[in-house]
């Protein structure tokens, strides 16, 4: 009797102990189970969280409006309403280049009175008058110097005399003439008419009192003529 008095005992003391251990199993179970559900939403929504914050942090790094200009909104409208383009401004130009060329063929009235100089200085060296320059005579001066270019020769290019162009010019007395060419420079050609006996004679003949002198430049030579007249 005794016996399973205590058997009862033991067994009424074992069995809430073993409730016990069984619903706290029990509860932690429910625990473990309730965490399970819980904690995945939570951390979708901690990083749905995270996400807004970061969507919304890109949202307010948006720029500054920059102010706007009416007044050129208005006339840029207006430009293109109207079809209109601005004129540019004029600007300075250069200044065009003027190429000076200089012509193969002239007549250098320098060297002309140059050698009548140094002619004159001669004559009245000798106990001569001085020549006097006279347009007619240059006139012809200058067609016998051209004509040398072509034909090198007291004979003009024509066939004919020398002393037929006074003619025409309606001149009438006693000439002479001196021809030359290549030399640079009045003094050469003067020197050189001199050492020469004909181009001397008519130089210091006293019964001229005009002369005409030429100096034509062709493609690099100069031709020199002078025509007395008395």
Not at 54 to 65: L, Q, W
Not at 104 to 110: A, F, G, L, P, R
Not at 128 to 147: C, F, H, K, S, V
Request: glycine share 4%; proline share 6%; with cysteine.
């Amino acid at each position: 009797m005794k016996k399973n008095m205590f058997n009862a005992i033991k067994l009424a003391v074992i069995i809430p102990i073993i409730l016990t251990a069984c619903n706290m199993e029990f509860a932690k179970a429910k625990i473990i189970t309730a965490d399970a559900k819980i904690t995945p939403n939570y951390f979708e929504q901690k990083e749905l969280k995270v996400k807004e914050n970061n969507e919304v942090k890109e949202d307010t790094a948006i720029e500054e409006p920059t102010p706007v200009n009416n007044d050129e909104v208005m006339a840029e409208a207006n430009n293109i309403e109207n079809n209109y383009v601005p004129t540019p401004e004029p600007q300075p130009q250069p200044e065009p280049v003027v190429e000076q060329s200089v012509s193969s063929t002239y007549y250098n009235n320098d060297y002309a009175y140059q050698v009548l100089y140094l002619i004159n200085q001669i004559r009245k060296e000798n106990g001569l008058g001085e020549l006097t320059m006279d347009y007619t005579l240059m006139q012809i001066a200058n067609i016998r110097a051209e004509e040398a270019t072509r034909n090198w020769s007291h004979t003009r290019p024509d066939g004919s005399n020398w002393w037929t162009l006074h003619q025409q010019y309606g001149l009438h007395g006693k000439f002479g003439e001196n021809l030359a060419y290549g030399q640079e420079d009045p003094a050469e050609v003067v020197q050189d008419w001199m050492d020469s006996e004909g181009h001397r004679v008519n130089i210091l003949t006293p019964d001229f009192y005009t002369i005409g002198i030429s100096v034509y430049y062709n493609d690099g030579v100069y031709y020199w003529s002078q025509e007395f007249a008395g």
